[in-house]
Nanobody
């Protein structure tokens, strides 16, 4: 398992932009599928985006497609989530997660390493 630390959360106005980062250590980052999830109180944790081991394949939830971009830099052991034109309904705690996998997986239950989360608040 890898250790994951998210950063970059905060308060942003709707229509602005924000970039989340997730730094990995202690494991095989380049062999891991990486995912970004989010959760609001009282709701299930949901997939936002995921990226394959080398970055050639990505997955996006319909709610963020064409607004958010997931990317990774295996040389820096870091995965990013660029959030453009965020909306108030994107407000949540955002988590990055990792799993050793040959293919993209999107269920939270499939991931075995998690960061501590970073709060993102989008004001209207």
């Amino acid at each position: 398992q890898v250790q994951l630390v998210e950063s970059g959360g905060g308060l942003v106005q709707a229509g602005g932009s924000l970039r989340l980062s997730c730094a990995a250590s202690g494991g095989t980052f380049s062999s891991s599928v990486m995912g970004w999830f989010r959760q609001v109180p009282g709701e299930e944790r949901e997939i936002v985006a995921a990226i394959s081991r080398r970055g050639g394949s990505t997955y996006y939830a319909d709610s963020v497609k064409d607004r958010f971009t997931i990317s990774r830099d295996n040389a820096k052991n870091t995965v990013y989530l660029q959030m453009n034109s965020p909306k108030p309904e994107d407000s949540a705690v955002y988590y990055c997660a990792a799993v050793l996998s040959l293919r993209i997986v999107i269920s939270p239950q499939d991931y075995d390493s998690w960061g501590q989360g970073t709060q993102v608040t989008i004001s209207s």
